[in-house]
């Protein structure tokens, strides 16, 4: 991509970033924190009337409705970015499974799928003596079984792996 591309955005959202910033501030706090309290303290001088009460409800609704699209706006583009972050540093790594690329992509079924198997893996984990060895789900798997084979028999290796095989599945 050359540079010009590369920044472009639309007015809208240039707009919904520096929103959503300024909003996030300790300036905007102090000033809708200012704004309140001079309301109230005008009560007195409204005689706590209808119109009174009336400005403040009008006006937070009217800021809380409208804030509430560009605060998701500028989430939205956040979102899209970590999430590109995150699959070129899964795509980069040689040891990393690339089927968690684009994972946003997938039915809640799917990803319950793949959360299953990171819970075998945890738990496969938890059997290592040292909490600093990371390994893919393959190679944790055969690691565990690795493990396995000097305590069982040639002829039960077999069984174990199927059966964890099913294990990983049903769950």
């Keep these: 991509m050359?540079?010009?591309?590369?920044?472009?955005?639309?007015?809208?959202?240039?707009?919904?970033?520096?929103?959503?910033?300024?909003?996030?501030?300790?300036?905007?706090?102090?000033?809708?924190?200012?704004?309140?309290?001079?309301?109230?303290?005008?009560?007195?001088?409204?005689?706590?009337?209808?119109?009174w009460q009336l400005v403040i409800n009008t006006g937070t609704t009217i800021i809380t409705f409208l804030m509430v699209f560009l605060i998701q706006k500028a989430q939205n583009k956040d979102s899209l970015a970590i999430q590109?972050?995150?699959?070129?540093?899964?795509?980069?790594n040689e040891q990393s499974s690339n089927s968690l690329v684009d994972i946003e992509s997938m039915t809640e079924e799917e990803m319950i799928i793949i959360q299953k198997y990171y819970h075998h893996l945890s738990q496969l984990a938890k059997k290592d003596l040292s909490i600093r060895t990371?390994?893919?789900?393959?190679?944790?798997?055969?690691?565990?079984?690795?493990?396995?084979?000097?305590?069982?028999?040639?002829?039960?290796?077999?069984?174990?792996?199927?059966?964890?095989?099913?294990?990983?599945?049903?769950?």
């Design 134 to 171: 990371s390994h893919t789900i393959a190679e944790a798997n055969e690691l565990h079984n690795r493990k396995k084979e000097k305590n069982i028999k040639p002829d039960n290796i077999k069984k174990t792996t199927k059966n964890t095989s099913k294990k990983i599945t049903k769950k």
């Design 84 to 92: 590109l972050k995150l699959n070129e540093l899964v795509a980069s």
């Design 2 to 51: 050359n540079s010009q591309s590369q920044h472009k955005s639309s007015a809208f959202e240039k707009f919904a970033t520096k929103v959503s910033k300024a909003a996030g501030s300790t300036p905007a706090f102090i000033g809708a924190f200012l704004l309140v309290v001079v309301w109230a303290a005008s009560g007195p001088i409204f005689d706590y009337s209808e119109t």
